[in-house]
Nanobody, 125 residues
Framework: VQLQAFGGGLVPAGGSLRLSCAAS????????MGWFRQAPGKEREFVAA????????YNADSVKGRFTISRDNAKNMVYLQMNSLKPEDTAVYYC???????????????????WGQGTQVTVSS
């Protein structure tokens, strides 16, 4: 699975952005997908994850109620809708995929084997 994230940009606090991640390969629908982010000088942190069929999701506490992860297996796409953005959401956002066939949602970056190149999100105060 190859991943490419896009849709980042500069947005004022309180604004919204929708990140997209395009996946190549026939096994996309067999992979749990996740979004992570990394701010300058900080470790990469979990944002959200979604099961293979999209039936279950899990969000980090810091984004609950503001961010929504979704996927479209027919289009090999995963999305992150981000609302009520805060300056502390500023980071490079990465999409990631678990090994095909695993169903469990996980917040650990080490459990994801495929990574996109990242897209910058900057929230101005």
């Amino acid at each position: 699975v190859q991943l490419q994230a896009f849709g980042g940009g500069l947005v004022p606090a309180g604004g919204s952005l929708r990140l997209s991640c395009a996946a190549s390969g026939r096994t996309f629908s067999s992979s749990v997908m996740g979004w992570f982010r990394q701010a300058p000088g900080k470790e990469r942190e979990f944002v959200a994850a979604i099961t293979r069929n999209g039936g279950n999701t899990y969000n980090a506490d810091s984004v609950k109620g503001r961010f929504t992860i979704s996927r479209d297996n027919a289009k090999n796409m995963v999305y992150l809708q981000m609302n009520s953005l805060k300056p502390e959401d500023t980071a490079v956002y990465y999409c990631a995929a678990r090994v095909e066939g695993l169903e469990a949602l996980t917040i650990r970056a080490g459990n994801y084997v495929y990574w996109g190149q990242g897209t910058q999100v900057t929230v101005s105060s």
